[in-house]
């Protein structure tokens, strides 16, 4: 056998070992907890409150917008880390994209807090 499907079968073997433990672990957790069922378990539960209404509730857009922003931000934060601890190997090139770059979200900034999404009211 080579070196390289000797090294295919230990990742198989370890990741048999793996769910086996996991079904195992599963398996025993399900025999040993006590069952049992009450009629307030399968409630509806909302933060501590019951639920009012019959259907969903409707939610503004604009916390949704301010979720996609929050994501828009951190993913930033992925960009700019890299750039920051190589920024010797870019030199001007990589300054200039970098203020490129962050003019763009700045203008996305902007036009969100010129519609309003910012505001939490």
Same mark, same amino acid.
């Given at each position: 056998m080579s070196a390289f499907l000797r090294d295919y079968l230990?990742?198989?073997?370890?990741g048999?070992?793996?769910?086996?433990? &996991? =079904?195992?672990? &599963?398996? &025993?957790?399900?025999?040993? @907890? %006590?069952? @049992? %069922?009450?009629? =307030?378990?399968? &409630?509806?539960?909302?933060? =501590?409150v019951d639920p009012v209404g019959i259907g969903w509730g409707q939610f503004e857009v604009r916390y949704y917008i301010f979720a996609l922003l929050f994501v828009m931000f951190d993913v930033e934060a992925v960009f700019i880390f890299p750039w920051a601890t190589r920024l010797e190997a870019y030199g001007t090139f990589g300054a200039v994209e970098m203020g490129l770059f962050i003019a763009v979200l700045a203008l996305g900034l902007l036009y969100a807090w010129r519609k309003g999404v910012l505001r939490w009211i």
């Open positions: 230990t990742v198989a073997i370890f048999a070992v793996a769910v086996g433990l &996991l =079904g195992g672990v &599963l398996g &025993l957790g399900s025999f040993i @907890r %006590p069952k @049992r %069922p009450q009629a =307030g378990k399968y &409630l509806t539960y909302e933060s =501590g």
